[in-house]
């Protein structure tokens, strides 16, 4: 999850404009729009607080009457309080609290009007109530970039029990087939077949073994780093609370050092989500593979009870084909009602994806804002910018960024599942209309890949540049970390080439042209992203707090 506090330089900054060291704070500007400002900023930043421990801790019980008293924290899921009425809300774990967009609203709203009213108040005000206001609106779209990762994992479930049921109904669609053909065939064929089912129920039993054992490998893998992963996050979480009690450099370190915890934590977590898909995708596999087991246990059955009682074959066939032919029914439905679920799911992650875009944009921009207010106040006192003042419209950049490259990774799983729909429409004789229209809705959750695509592409170039920025801000000794997150966001930018190019090549484009400009904006990006690695690593390559670095260079190379 991402950092959710307001970040240490921030809170810095705010001691040094309200303690007048900075620049520029007691002369020329106005004392009373400044002092109101800067009341308002302080408002919005607890607000921003209130926020943040309703998203981390949503669920509280309280007494009833007048006096609202908070008694205690409750497990999560178990239920939202509404303090106006003493009534409760009894809600999933999984749910997230509403009450964090209206007191996030309520913030920003009250900010806006401040900045607007408060106009003659002094720059390093400003800045301060600018980067408040953009870290209020970019957890803003957290929020629903959040609602969207858990619409989209409802989407991938209800992909996955589809995919399910078109296994069970192809299995059943191939035994029909091969009634048809039995009821056809000699002694001598019936025997063949028997021998042809009974090698390949061996075969596919040796292959599920194996599958079975990679199984067992991945999952003691992914436990041993999920162990280490949780270590991580608890060692980062003191070192980010240690941080916040030391002073000065000490406190500097601290953060630091719980950062590269976070960051090694975070190439974990998605090298955890790897094996996930690995393990998920081999449990596709064996399901399939036992899936044509069964068929040909069934063929095989159905050979020798042929082969048994030659002179009941037509009888026989006929009535186990008839019975499988009214087994078809239970798997189309469910296809048919996951695909609904996948429906609706895209079009609710659909409307969170364009509300946390919003948010990141407008963060962007404020963020921005409040670093080039920032910057000139320092130059007006002959003082270098803060880096991480100029990285943090980076960080909303990215977010926006993955945003999008998400969206395409999900149209391809929508394309795939749609195409797959059709399909299946066509081979169960098209029964109706209902699976070719969901199919449509599904395969126009992005309409346009194109503009998706331009605008992630804009998001890491935008990131890219405020990055380089805080690279040139830190100076040589401390300039690693804001390398690292150039570093990342050409990566970023070189992926997301890669992925257009793949899906070029899936859906058999012509356009040689297209395709040989993004591979060329590929490689730029590559070695962009390789050549930031090495300035980051350089005279520091063993250093524990690169490691994610270096690992970031593993796999470009």
Not at 195 to 215: E, M
Not at 222 to 243: M, Y
Not at 286 to 305: H, T, V
Not at 425 to 448: F, Q
Request: proline share 3%; net charge positive.
């Amino acid at each position: 999850m991402h950092e959710r506090s307001l970040t240490l330089g921030v809170l810095l900054f705010a001691c040094a404009v309200q303690a007048g060291l900075l620049p520029g704070c007691s002369e020329g500007r106005s004392t009373a729009d400044s002092q109101a400002l800067m009341e308002e900023t302080a408002k919005a930043q607890r607000r921003y607080a209130k926020a943040s421990a309703l998203w981390a801790n949503p669920v509280y019980k309280y007494k009833s009457g007048d006096n609202v008293e908070l008694i205690s924290p409750l497990p999560p899921g178990t239920i939202i309080p509404d303090s106006d009425t003493n009534k409760v809300q009894v809600l999933p774990a999984s749910a997230m609290n509403p009450k964090v967009l209206d007191v996030l609203k309520e913030a920003a709203s009250a900010l806006k009007k401040a900045i607007s009213r408060c106009a003659a108040a002094d720059d390093a005000t400003k800045a301060l109530a600018e980067a408040t206001l953009g870290r209020i609106v970019m957890l803003r779209g957290e929020y629903h970039a959040a609602k969207t990762a858990s619409q989209r994992q409802a989407a991938r479930y209800a992909a996955d029990r589809i995919r399910e049921a078109v296994q069970i109904l192809n299995a059943q669609l191939n035994r029909i087939e091969y009634y048809d053909l039995l009821s056809q065939v000699s002694n001598d064929d019936l025997n063949e077949i028997i021998k042809q089912s009974k090698d390949q129920q061996a075969a596919i039993k040796k292959q599920i073994s194996d599958i079975d054992a990679k199984i067992a490998e991945k999952t003691k893998a992914r436990n041993a780093l999920s162990v280490a992963t949780s270590n991580l996050r608890a060692q980062a979480g003191k070192l980010r609370t240690d941080s916040r009690l030391a002073s000065g450099r000490e406190g500097l370190n601290l953060l630091e050092k719980a950062l590269a915890k976070e960051k090694v934590a975070g190439r974990n977590e998605a090298n955890i989500a790897r094996y996930d898909y690995d393990i998920s995708s081999l449990k596709t596999q064996k399901k399939d593979l036992e899936l044509k087991g069964q068929s040909a246990k069934a063929r095989q059955e159905s050979a020798e009870k042929i082969a048994a009682a030659r002179n009941e074959v037509g009888d026989t066939n006929a009535r186990q084909k008839d019975l499988v032919t009214k087994e078809l029914d239970k798997p189309y439905l469910q296809v048919e009602h996951n695909a609904e679920k996948l429906s609706d799911a895209l079009g609710m992650a659909k409307k969170h994806e364009k509300d946390a875009l919003d948010a990141f944009e407008s963060a962007s921009t404020h963020l921005r804002l409040a670093a080039n207010l920032e910057a000139k106040v320092a130059r007006s006192g002959s003082t270098s910018p803060r880096p991480e003042s100029s990285a943090s419209a980076g960080e909303a950049d990215m977010l926006a960024a993955r945003m999008c490259v998400d969206q395409l990774a999900m149209r391809a799983l929508a394309q795939d599942i749609a195409s797959e729909l059709k399909t299946l429409w066509t081979l169960m004789g098209k029964r109706d209309g209902k699976l070719p229209n969901l199919a449509g809705k599904i395969a126009s959750y992005v309409s346009d890949p194109t503009k998706v695509a331009t605008s992630a592409e804009k998001s890491f170039n935008s990131a890219i540049k405020v990055f380089d920025q805080a690279v040139r801000y830190a100076g040589v000794n401390n300039s690693w970390t804001y390398e690292g997150q150039l570093a990342v966001a050409y990566a970023g930018l070189y992926n997301l080439y890669q992925m257009r190019i793949d899906g070029m090549k899936r859906s058999g484009s012509a356009d040689q042209k297209i395709m040989d400009e993004l591979t060329q904006r590929a490689a730029t990006a590559r070695d962009s992203a390789m050549k930031t690695c090495d300035a980051a690593l350089k005279d520091k390559e063993n250093s524990p707090y690169l490691r994610h670095i270096r690992r970031l260079k593993y796999l470009l190379d």
